[in-house]
């Protein structure tokens, strides 16, 4: 691997500005928001997308992603097994050579909840994404396929831009991180399996070790398919039959 500076990937360098937290994501506004993109794809058309038309654009690309990886509806999702044919190379801080120890003290001392991830564009055009290394296997599962999700989309790196006061403001495109997001979370837990487990009053930390993602990944499939009412019904009703 070649030597590559990190604190570039939070001060300047071309990076993912999605990458967020799990908290940020179970907390901010789901609803997409009527948003463009500054310069269009080739090919790629940019317009409004309400929820309905976000959920079929994630559970089409989602499908496309699990058949690029050779695997079934219903069969775990390794995010890594895409990494290659897509041009991503993941890796953790302690892990890069010639990694100077400001760098190393700068990435790893923030907190998890903060970052999960960061990505840059490597010499070769390749994706280099740096995982936190104390953030749990499931999280960084998550992780790993929302970057998936934005190369298979082919969405661009963001930038860091000096504003006329000085300050430097990171670009953030809400439409691809949404795209990213609702892409990778029904890559990870297929529709079909949500709704299975909702109906026969799996607990939704039980469905989501099953298939490698995090709770709160769980959580948010579980809702933007509309199942979370009946996800607390049945769970209700499981506990009263255990009694």
């Known amino acids: 691997m070649p030597v590559f500076p ?3 990937l939070f001060r300047g360098a071309p990076r993912r500005g999605g990458l967020l937290t799990e908290k940020e994501h179970m907390t901010m506004d789901r609803t997409p928001r009527a948003s463009t993109l500054p310069a ?3 090919g790629r058309r940019t317009r409004e997308r309400s929820t309905k038309d976000l959920i079929s ?5 989602a499908a496309t992603l699990r058949q690029r990886a050779g695997i079934g509806s219903r069969d775990r999702f390794d995010p890594r097994s895409l990494t290659r044919e897509l041009g991503l190379v993941i890796t953790y801080p302690a892990d890069i050579p010639g990694l100077t120890p400001d760098d190393y003290a700068l990435v790893t001392g923030v907190d998890v909840r903060t970052w999960s991830g960061m990505g840059g564009t490597l010499p070769d055009g390749r994706l280099l994404v740096v995982l936190h290394p104390s953030q749990t296997a499931e999280r960084a599962n ?10 298979h989309l082919g969405h661009r790196p ?3 831009v000096t504003q006329p006061s000085g300050l430097e403001k990171r670009q953030y495109n809400q439409t691809d ?3 990213a997001y609702w892409t990778a979370a029904a890559a990870l837990l297929p529709r079909l399996i949500v709704a299975e487990a909702v109906w026969r009053g799996r607990s939704v930390e039980d469905l989501a070790a099953a298939y ?3 709770v ?3 959580q948010f499939r579980i809702k933007t398919l509309n199942l979370w009412a009946d996800h607390r019904n049945r769970g209700a009703r499981q506990q009263v039959v255990s009694l």
């Open 142 to 151: 998550v992780t790993i396929m929302e970057e998936v999700a934005h190369a």
């Open 158 to 160: 963001s930038l860091l």
């Open 57 to 61: 654009f994630a559970e089409e690309h």
């Open 40 to 42: 269009p794809l080739p």
């Open 177 to 179: 991180e949404d795209e």
């Open 216 to 218: 709160e990944c769980g």
């Open 212 to 214: 490698g993602a995090s």
């Open 6 to 8: 990190l604190a570039p």
